[in-house]
């Protein structure tokens, strides 16, 4: 069952005309990986104490959408999509500002195709006769402003983690084995599959910085000086990512202003960004 739902998915991302637009030659991802976790991996509520108490659970995230009680067992499905070659090398001569490539990725691919994929494996998993919700795109999702900056209730990149998709590194991105030039999303069904194992020991351990101190590269590809050797600055970050110049950039390009153009530069031009190295 594991096979038909992963190839499924990987159809869906190859043959979709909305993975791309129509006018231009590039698609927004390659082909994508697929791995699950047991809703029982104790990660799940050690989060809680990780994140913050109010990171929901699998269980917590099901229930909200179907009902107290309504989750007994099931599954994590976490999906990495990892950004297509063309804008990737779009974003590398990149030394300030996003490329038009990547402005667009996040105006249609971000919202508009990966809208549609999550539809479609809930209702590949219906029609096999289980329930299933993304999180966080679900009623229940929430961000709330912390004093580190903005914090969701359901982190894609822990998910991901505890499928065993990868480690997170010093950007606070996620490196996968198709790299940190990525999206991620993860489906909650009371499907039961089986759990894909964690090969990396440490949670930073992908990331050449943080489990050597070399490499760096993100650090200087920053052009919000937003990551040190210490970590990232979620909030200069996301002010750099939302400044009024990259909204209208967006809309110029034809993207849309509310997400504005992005940067995305720490993820392209680094060892990291296509593969785990």
Same mark, same amino acid.
């Given at each position: 069952?594991?096979?038909?739902?992963?190839?499924?998915?990987?159809?869906? %991302?190859?043959?979709?005309? &909305?993975?791309?637009?129509?006018?231009?030659?590039?698609?927004?991802?390659?082909?994508?990986?697929?791995?699950?976790?047991?809703?029982?991996?104790?990660?799940?509520?050690? &989060?809680?104490?990780?994140?913050?108490?109010?990171?929901?659970?699998?269980?917590?995230?099901?229930?909200?959408?179907?009902?107290?009680?309504?989750?007994?067992?099931?599954?994590?499905?976490?999906?990495?999509?990892?950004?297509?070659?063309?804008?990737?090398?779009?974003?590398? /001569?990149?030394?300030?500002?996003?490329?038009?490539?990547?402005?667009?990725?996040?105006?249609?691919?971000?919202?508009?195709?990966?809208?549609?994929? /999550?539809?479609?494996?809930?209702?590949?998993?219906?029609?096999?006769?289980?329930?299933?919700?993304?999180?966080?795109?679900?009623?229940?999702?929430?961000?709330?402003?912390?004093?580190?900056?903005?914090?969701?209730?359901?982190?894609?990149?822990?998910?991901?983690?505890?499928?065993?998709?990868?480690?997170?590194?010093?950007?606070?991105?996620?490196?996968?084995?198709?790299?940190?030039?990525?999206?991620?999303?993860?489906?909650?069904?009371?499907? %039961?599959?089986?759990?894909?194992?964690?090969? %990396?020991?440490?949670?930073?351990?992908?990331?050449?910085?943080?489990?050597?101190?070399?490499?760096?590269?993100?650090?200087?590809?920053?052009?919000?000086?937003?990551?040190?050797?210490?970590?990232?600055?979620?909030?200069?970050?996301?002010?750099?990512?939302?400044?009024?110049?990259?909204?209208?950039?967006?809309?110029?390009?034809?993207?849309?202003?509310?997400?504005?153009?992005?940067?995305?530069?720490?993820?392209?031009?680094?060892?990291?960004?296509?593969?785990?190295?």
């Amino acid at each position: 069952m594991e096979d038909q739902l992963t190839n499924s998915i990987r159809d869906f %991302v190859s043959e979709n005309n &909305y993975n791309g637009i129509s006018d231009t030659e590039f698609q927004y991802f390659d082909e994508p990986l697929v791995k699950f976790a047991t809703i029982n991996d104790p990660l799940f509520e050690k &989060y809680k104490e990780i994140i913050g108490s109010f990171h929901l659970t699998p269980r917590e995230a099901f229930e909200l959408e179907f009902g107290e009680k309504s989750f007994h067992s099931g599954t994590v499905i976490s999906i990495v999509l990892p950004i297509s070659e063309f804008i990737r090398k779009s974003n590398r /001569v990149q030394t300030e500002f996003a490329s038009r490539e990547w402005a667009l990725l996040r105006s249609f691919g971000d919202e508009n195709f990966i809208s549609k994929l /999550v539809i479609f494996t809930i209702e590949q998993l219906k029609q096999q006769g289980f329930r299933a919700l993304a999180p966080g795109k679900s009623k229940g999702f929430k961000i709330s402003s912390t004093e580190s900056g903005a914090t969701s209730n359901w982190s894609e990149r822990h998910i991901a983690y505890v499928a065993g998709q990868g480690s997170f590194s010093l950007n606070d991105g996620f490196i996968s084995e198709k790299g940190m030039a990525i999206r991620l999303i993860s489906i909650v069904t009371d499907a %039961v599959f089986s759990p894909n194992k964690r090969t %990396v020991k440490l949670h930073n351990e992908n990331c050449l910085f943080c489990k050597k101190g070399s490499c760096g590269a993100c650090i200087r590809r920053c052009p919000a000086g937003a990551i040190t050797k210490d970590g990232h600055d979620k909030k200069k970050c996301y002010a750099f990512t939302y400044i009024e110049e990259g909204r209208q950039r967006s809309v110029a390009w034809g993207g849309q202003y509310d997400f504005g153009s992005g940067c995305g530069l720490c993820q392209t031009k680094v060892p990291c960004e296509f593969r785990c190295p």
